[in-house]
């Protein structure tokens, strides 16, 4: 392979939930003008991205990233843009042409211009038939088409890997929670949504059942997982490194209503399941970590409490 045209930073998707903390991250990991920002969307209003490099950029157009790539000295792509599950499921056809299109606009990118990449999965990878405590290798049959993109996205990075030695690598992200960015259109919204109603209003209404649990993290940790994987010596990780489970948290709706309860005081919740809870019926509880623990030593820092009280204190400081 060549060499790539620099050590630059290229950030797909980046005005989303997770690009907003992560470029955040980056920018301070490796200077301002080293982090170039992109999305098909232009960046007014997010004071992060605009504070540093931004490009507007379609990640179905190969050789608009290719150029970008050249351009601005790239090396390693951190692929963001995504559909997630109920915009997803709400237009099927363009959750596949973003989320399998995009992943492989930019495997084409990194296979000409030798670049490293991080292109994250979901836990949504597994379906039913899964335990509902997902180990690294429980059956991959998600009844999701966002679910189906994102075993497509595992596939083809191993097989960009094995066919053309790009470096790929990824985390089956579990549901963020984090402040400084809107949740993105998934299911995993309404523990982002509850601490915004609650610190607002004083009420909200859960769109999951009380007793639906599933895997989630702080976004500070997603985003120390992200770079402790990006960073780790490619010897240490095995053939997971496209999609690892990850170590992370796991409650109920109603624990996390019951958690922002202690700290505010007359917040109510109550629940009025839509389409989204049966996305939600079909992921696990928890997965197990402990193969990515192992590889590159990382887990979470924040519990529940924890998460709670940082959520409650960045919302309120604006
Ligand atoms: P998001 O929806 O908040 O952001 C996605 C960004 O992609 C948006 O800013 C959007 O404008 C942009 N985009 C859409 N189509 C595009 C295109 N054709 N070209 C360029 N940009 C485009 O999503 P997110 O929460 O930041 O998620 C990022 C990645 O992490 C996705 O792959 C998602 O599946 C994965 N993930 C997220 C979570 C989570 O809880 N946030 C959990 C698991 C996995
Ligand atoms: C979603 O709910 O779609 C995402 C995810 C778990 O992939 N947060």
Redesign the pocket.
């Known amino acids: 392979m060549s060499d790539p045209p620099g050590d630059n930073v290229l950030v797909?998707?980046?005005?989303?939930?997770?690009?907003?903390d992560?470029l955040e991250a980056l920018r301070i990991k490796h200077g301002l003008s080293s982090v170039i920002a992109?999305?098909?969307?232009h960046s007014e209003g997010n004071k992060i991205a605009e504070d540093g490099p931004f490009v507007v950029?379609?990640?179905?157009?190969t050789e608009e990233i290719i150029r970008v790539c050249i351009d601005h000295g790239v090396g390693t792509v951190y692929?963001?843009?995504?559909?997630?599950?109920a915009?997803g499921e709400r237009d099927p056809d363009l959750c596949r042409?973003?989320?399998v299109?995009?992943t492989v606009s930019v495997l084409e990118a990194a296979k000409e211009c030798s670049l490293k990449v991080f292109?994250?999965?979901?836990?949504?990878v597994f379906g039913p038939d899964a335990p509902k405590h997902a180990l690294q290798d429980s059956i991959l049959n998600p009844t999701t088409v966002?679910g189906e993109?994102?075993v497509t996205?595992e596939a083809l990075a191993k097989d960009y890997r094995n066919k053309y030695g790009v470096d790929v690598r990824g985390?089956?992200?579990?549901?963020?929670?984090?402040y400084k960015?809107?949740?993105?259109?998934?299911t995993?919204?309404y523990a982002?949504e509850i601490f915004h109603s609650a610190l607002g209003s004083g009420h909200y209404q859960c769109f999951v059942r009380p007793d639906t649990r599933l895997p989630m993290?702080y976004?500070e940790d997603?985003i120390t997982a992200t770079l402790t994987l990006m960073d780790a010596p490619s010897e240490s990780l095995g053939i997971w490194k496209a999609g690892y489970n990850i170590p992370c948290l796991s409650f109920t709706a109603k624990e996390l209503a019951e958690a922002i309860s202690r700290r505010i005081e007359g917040f109510s919740c109550d629940y009025s399941p839509d389409v989204r809870q049966r996305y939600a019926d079909s992921w696990p509880d928890s997965i197990d970590g402990s193969i990515a623990h192992r590889e590159w030593d990382w887990s979470p820092n924040f519990d529940l409490d924890e998460m709670v009280d940082a959520m409650i204190s960045g919302i309120s400081r604006g």
């Open positions: 797909t998707g980046a005005l989303g939930q997770i690009g907003t992560l992109s999305d098909i969307r950029l379609d990640v179905l157009e692929h963001l843009a995504a559909l997630l599950s915009t042409k973003v989320n299109g995009g292109s994250p999965s979901s836990i949504a966002y993109t994102k996205g985390i089956r992200y579990p549901g963020l929670i984090s960015a809107p949740a993105g259109g998934g995993t919204d982002v993290l976004m997603a």
